[in-house]
């Protein structure tokens, strides 16, 4: 087991709790988040779509520790081993996961706008699904009713995307930005800046596909 990793998940706690940040993007067109809002001024209402790691919630505690729980018996591969992401979905995010400021930020003003909020995200569903998941953002992010969340199971998310007629679509990764622009080039794909402390070693290039980069958005 990676104990080192775990004995670092307090320090992590704290240390997102106090709040980070990244340098500035070599590429892209940053953007503030009155100026994004400014922008939605006067259009009607629509779908947006969200990212969940890294975009919407701080889940670095929660995979470190299922990380940790599972090393001795998948070999690292737990992205694609199912117990893994249970254990995250139906347990873990509800212990340590937590919502970025930026999110709440985003969430509350898409919901002030009427739009609709739906979550993309690579993560594996639970077997045997449930819908904690859905019930947990609801209930961070104040919404109403419990939100569709699409699993694309490490796969590709251009399909999910493109399934629910996003206007907008915000994601962390170069994928979330990639997969936009790959279910339709009219789709608003904004880059959320994701925070230092993320366990996450798929490394962002902020700008790499001349996205608008939400200003302040690793918090």
């Keep these: 087991m990676n104990w080192a990793r775990l004995l670092l998940a307090p320090a992590l706690a704290a240390s997102i709790g106090a709040g980070g940040s990244v340098s500035a993007p070599r590429h892209g067109r940053v953007v503030s988040l009155a100026a994004l809002e400014r922008s939605l001024a006067g259009h009607r209402a629509c779908t947006v779509v969200f990212d969940i790691d890294d975009t919407s919630l701080y889940s670095t505690i929660a995979f470190v520790y299922a990380q940790g729980y599972l090393e001795e018996t998948d070999h690292g591969a737990y992205r694609t081993d199912p117990r893994f992401w249970t254990l995250i979905n139906d347990s873990l995010d509800q212990r340590f996961s937590r919502p970025k400021e930026i999110a709440r930020a985003l969430i509350a003003f898409h919901q002030q706008r009427g739009d609709t909020i739906a979550f993309v995200t690579a993560r594996f569903p639970s077997a ?18 419990p ?58 290039d902020p700008g790499k596909f001349d996205e608008e980069i939400l200003a302040g958005s690793a918090d």
Excluded: W
């Design 128 to 145: 045997p699904a449930t819908d904690r998941t859905s019930r947990l953002l609801m209930r961070l992010f104040g919404l109403a009713t």
């Design 147 to 204: 939100p569709t969340v699409i699993f694309t199971s490490q796969l590709p998310k251009t399909a999910a995307i493109r399934e629910l007629h996003p206007a907008l679509s915000y994601g962390d990764a170069d994928g979330d930005i990639a997969d936009t622009h790959a279910a339709d080039p009219r789709i608003r794909a904004i880059r959320i800046l994701r925070t230092p402390h993320s366990s996450n070693d798929r490394m962002p």
